[in-house]
């Protein structure tokens, strides 16, 4: 190659990196600006409470240490996302022989598990959500729970309070099998028999409830005419189509939710004593919000406040264990 080529070449690697330097370092790892702005875009155009950019800047160094930890803590980003990590792609079954091939492969990777006629009620949390967020839909979810062992209808509950796709239907989700469901969900369903109703589930999705309607063998000739009746769509496995930016999105998203939910969410529920010793602690704050003071009356506001102040810790202490460091001349040109 000549010097008039290699010069070109250099041209064009130092306007690439120019056009998206990186913005920021986490453990050593190089974050593109082209990624934060993809995020705090997304963030402003959801969000009930958009942010300056500063502002988001400490929200998204936290969520990249989270990433971090997971990575350090054995965690692998999940290859091509599929139906059984997302739990909601779907492809439409067009005619009856389509549906029989798409039966029998259900049928195939069933071997001797039962296919599950089951229904759902989820009530969403969102993989960035905080401890405390977590634990006030948690609350609700319990609410919901206590209501059907009290003999409130499913059906017409999933209808009024679930956020699944299948809620117009009661929550009915059809039969399912091995592999069509998020893990959480597929191992809670399995350990259900007919007519049970599952206590609060947690997933990257949500608190989700669920009733088996029905239980039959893979093949069963119940299961097979209600995968060969006409309908609009049927579950699939199959890849969904996101672009790379989502893509990568979604990974880092499942892995700072894992470790969330390993280092706070799912460590043993603090006894009353603890958190009337947190009540105490911060006994003004309840003060300020409602005239009583009595801990019994807060307790879950306190249980959220608790596993908000224990994620916190754990953030911090992921401060101290990472070196981040920023740009602030890239920072500055963002808008």
Not at 43 to 62: G, K, M, R
Not at 191 to 210: E, F, N, T, Y
Not at 217 to 243: C, K, M, N, T, Y
């Amino acid at each position: 190659m000549g010097l008039i080529g290699l010069i070109g070449l250099m041209s064009l690697s130092l306007s690439a990196q120019s056009s998206d330097p990186v913005l920021m370092t986490v453990n050593g790892h190089a974050v593109k600006k082209s990624e934060f702005v993809y995020s705090y875009r997304h963030h402003q155009a959801v969000s009930d409470e958009p942010l300056s950019v500063e502002d988001y800047l400490e929200q998204f160094t936290d969520y990249k240490l989270k990433v971090a930890a997971a990575l350090d803590a054995g965690y692998t980003l999940p290859s091509t996302p599929t139906d059984n990590q997302t739990g909601n792609a779907y492809v439409a079954v067009v005619n009856t022989a389509e549906a029989e091939a798409y039966y029998r492969q259900l049928c195939s990777s069933a071997g001797q598990q039962d296919m599950l006629r089951l229904s759902e009620i989820l009530l969403p949390v969102d993989t960035r959500a905080s401890a405390a967020v977590v634990s006030q839909v948690k609350q609700r979810a319990d609410s919901v729970y206590r209501a059907l062992q009290g003999g409130a209808d499913f059906s017409a509950m999933a209808r009024r309070l679930s956020a699944d796709a299948n809620a117009d239907n009661g929550g009915d989700m059809g039969w399912v099998g091995p592999c069509q469901l998020l893990e959480d969900v597929e191992r809670a369903a399995y350990q259900l028999r007919r007519g049970d109703i599952s206590q609060p589930v947690l997933s990257p999705a949500g608190w989700h409830i669920l009733k088996v309607v029905d239980r039959q063998p893979a093949g069963s000739e119940v299961v097979r005419q209600w995968f060969l009746a006409p309908r609009e769509a049927q579950r699939h496995i199959s890849a969904v189509d996101v672009d790379a930016d989502q893509a990568r999105v979604n990974g880092e998203d499942m892995l700072a939710y894992q470790i969330t939910r390993s280092a706070v969410w799912d460590k043993a529920a603090p006894s009353d004593d603890v958190l009337k010793r947190f009540f105490k602690k911060h006994k003004k704050r309840y003060g300020k919000k409602l005239k009583k003071r009595d801990y019994a009356a807060y307790r879950d506001m306190v249980l959220a406040d608790y596993m908000q102040h224990r994620e916190e810790e754990w953030v911090e202490s992921l401060h101290k264990r990472y070196k981040v460091k920023v740009n602030k001349s890239i920072l500055k040109t963002i808008e």
